[in-house]
């Protein structure tokens, strides 16, 4: 599982609460991304890691933040949570900046009501 | 930005036969293109790639063909079994602004193997 672990797996909450998902590696990649899943749609990037305090949008950022203060770890905040971003939340990371694939966690299933 | 276009949707094939799924791509300057496996309820999975300096790949029952010029690249499953059926994922690459890899995804082709 290239060491990544999703928290919480699953999560309820309400429209207009923040929340905030977090992924946590333990082998000391520079690359982390979040992805969102959806039916019809793929897998579509929200954001993505670069390195401590480095960070970039993806192709469906609005919504979102990120942050990530150590290596280890890399947050997805929703600031006000909609119910379109009910959805199948994946981290993922990359063991190099060259043609190397992508290595997902096991996903949180997020619901908003 | 990259657009990936994914073919078919669902397929439904016999045990023993072969499976093929075709992919496009728009961004000539994309030169990674993995092939990633869901289950249900789990996370994708890679199981084979390909580099734009290679025409085909094969690991066992699974091959991919990529070509180049007609921006296409394509998974062939042969000698199909049950525990082949799952969702299959294309990509292809971009390079990002600061470095690593940005996969544009296509929208999944559901594979059913009937026995």
């Known amino acids: 599982d290239a060491g990544i672990t999703q928290s919480p797996r699953h999560k309820v909450t309400e429209t207009g609460t923040p929340v905030t998902l977090r992924c946590h590696q333990t082998e000391n990649h520079r690359y982390m991304y979040w992805y969102r899943q959806d039916p019809g749609h793929g897998l579509r990037l929200i954001h993505y890691s670069y390195g401590v305090k480095d960070t970039d949008k993806g192709e469906v950022s609005d919504g979102y933040s990120v942050s990530r203060s150590k290596t280890e770890d890399f947050l997805l905040t929703l600031e006000s949570a909609t119910s379109s971003q009910t959805s199948v939340y994946f981290c993922?990371?990359?063991?190099?900046?060259?043609?190397?694939?992508?290595?997902f966690g096991n996903g949180t299933r997020l619901t908003v009501t | 930005g990259e657009n990936v276009e994914q073919h078919p949707s669902t397929l439904s094939v016999q045990e023993g036969d072969s499976a093929v799924i075709k992919c496009t791509y728009s961004d000539s300057a994309s030169n990674y293109f993995p092939w990633y496996k869901q289950e249900l309820g789990k996370r994708p999975q890679l199981i084979i790639d390909?580099?734009?300096?290679?025409g085909e790949k094969k690991d066992q029952r699974i091959a991919v063909t990529l070509n180049k010029t007609a921006k296409h690249f394509s998974l062939h499953i042969t000698e199909t079994q049950p525990e082949d059926s799952a969702v299959y994922f294309c990509?292809?690459?971009?390079?990002?602004?600061?470095?690593?890899?940005?996969?544009?995804f296509g929208t999944g082709t559901q594979l059913k193997v009937e026995l």
């Open positions: 990509a292809a690459k971009e390079i990002l602004t600061g470095g690593g890899n940005k996969l544009t």
């Open positions: 993922a990371i990359s063991t190099t900046g060259g043609n190397s694939p992508l290595h």
């Open positions: 390909i580099r734009s300096n290679v």
